[in-house]
């Protein structure tokens, strides 16, 4: 079915239809449908409008509020306001409550993105303890902090959630979707950029290193393997409750090559169960394996009775990757110019699948001391990390000694150079 617009004027200015349902329409139409003009405006009285007006507002501000951090929208809003309280005074209020929860929403933001940054001041710092793994006795383990596999799993699972809660909708639509030439690149919304996107993945980075070190650290053989051992508990317990990300930063810190080559720690550790992870996160068929779990914990959210049973937290790296595919493979525009529905219904329910995992408050108790562990404590750089393995484990050919050597010199004139 066809609603022709102006159709005499511009074989463009159409909006089609399916099962009632908007399919696509150009841009010039959608406009011309939606804003009143001389031809054309609604016969409405204000009081019937104001409600509709508010109930737009607070999905907009509930659903993107870091739109609103640029003082040109928050004056639009409180002009906006103004004009509702001289007609009624019932959405007034509504309005007035719709502004505090926003103002308190993007009061949290700002203190969560100045503590994320403290953090990673700590984090970066330098103890001497890391320096030398002669020294590691020094430095407290991850097994003398939390050695129960399953309080460690629900730690990781306050960090996941705590962060995730802060990432909003419009950053994924700020890192794909603004590639379009015909958007003006001075608009009005380019100055609300967040970055709480990429803090999260950093997140997972920061895991992956920590597990690593954790592992690389000890002197002791039979240490790194009780160590290796946890883990793969922590990851067991990761997937009991539905932490897909944090159970995939455990294994990519496992599989990282200076873990990887402890063959003698590696042999008196059992890996049945790591083995049984590993093939459910199996990158191969697209991670089908993984999809077909995600689903699982998706239908035990959607019919939970506890708390505990609603938390899904996907593994973010692929969940970004599904969106940038779906965004770059599918166009924008149809060939005759309409915006392209499709795209974007099948864009925002993937989005808003991720707002619905997003908003679950973590059941299990915070324990200070272990989270204050996992993301301050120091962890080793990529070549510290080598170093302290081959220090584990001695140099098993030509190349490795020829890389210890290199990476002894380089890390002792670093050392000297700070």
């Not at 909006?15 to 054309?40: F, G, K």
């Not at 950029?193 to 070190?213: D, H, I």
């Not at 690389?216 to 053989?221: G, Q, Y």
């Not at 593994?315 to 779906?326: E, G, M, P």
């Amino acid at each position: 079915m066809y609603l022709h617009v102006n159709y005499e004027k511009h074989l463009f200015k159409i909006m089609c239809y399916h099962d009632n349902s908007l399919v696509s329409a150009s841009l010039e139409a959608l406009i011309q449908h939606l804003v009143p003009t001389v031809d054309y405006y609604p016969d409405i009285r204000f009081r019937e409008v104001a409600p509709k007006l508010v109930q737009l507002l607070t999905e907009w501000t509930e659903t993107f509020p870091y739109d609103f951090r640029d003082e040109r929208m928050m004056r639009c809003l409180k002009d906006m306001t103004l004009h509702v309280a001289r007609g009624d005074e019932y959405s007034w209020r509504a309005m007035q409550q719709m502004t505090q929860r926003l103002i308190k929403r993007l009061s949290a933001l700002g203190q969560y993105e100045e503590a994320v940054a403290a953090l990673n001041v700590v984090a970066m710092e330098r103890p001497a303890s890391l320096k030398s793994k002669q020294a590691s006795a020094q430095r407290s383990d991850v097994l003398s902090v939390c050695d129960d596999p399953f309080v460690l799993a629900q730690q990781l699972t306050h960090i996941e959630l705590d962060r995730l809660s802060f990432i909003g909708p419009e950053e994924f639509i700020q890192t794909f979707a603004m590639k379009d030439p015909l958007e003006n690149h001075k608009g009005f919304f380019r100055k609300r950029k967040t970055s709480n996107l990429e803090a999260y993945v950093s997140w997972f980075n920061r895991l992956s290193y920590l597990v690593a070190t954790e592992i690389c650290m000890p002197m002791k053989k039979k240490h790194r393997a009780r160590i290796i051992e946890f883990f793969i508990d922590v990851a067991q317990e990761c997937f009991n409750i539905g932490n897909f990300n944090s159970l995939m930063a455990i294994i990519t810190g496992m599989n990282m090559s200076p873990v990887a080559r402890l063959k003698k720690t590696w042999n008196k550790v059992n890996t049945d169960k790591f083995e049984i992870l590993e093939h459910q996160m199996d990158p191969s068929s697209n991670f089908s394996n993984y999809r077909t779990a995600l689903r699982g914990a998706t239908q035990r959210s959607e019919t939970a009775h506890s708390s505990q049973e609603k938390i899904v937290i996907p593994f973010f790296s692929l969940l970004i990757k599904d969106i940038y595919f779906l965004n770059e493979g599918c166009a924008s525009r149809l060939p005759n110019g309409h915006i392209n529905f499709e795209k974007l219904w099948e864009l925002a329910k993937q989005v808003s699948e991720f707002l619905v995992w997003r908003q679950v408050v973590c059941p299990f108790d915070r324990e200070r001391r272990i989270l204050q562990y996992l993301v301050t404590t120091p962890i080793f750089t990529e070549d510290e990390l080598h170093l302290a393995s081959y220090e584990s484990e001695g140099p098993e050919n030509n190349m490795e000694k020829d890389s210890r050597r290199s990476l002894r010199s380089s890390l002792l004139h670093r050392e000297n150079r700070t």
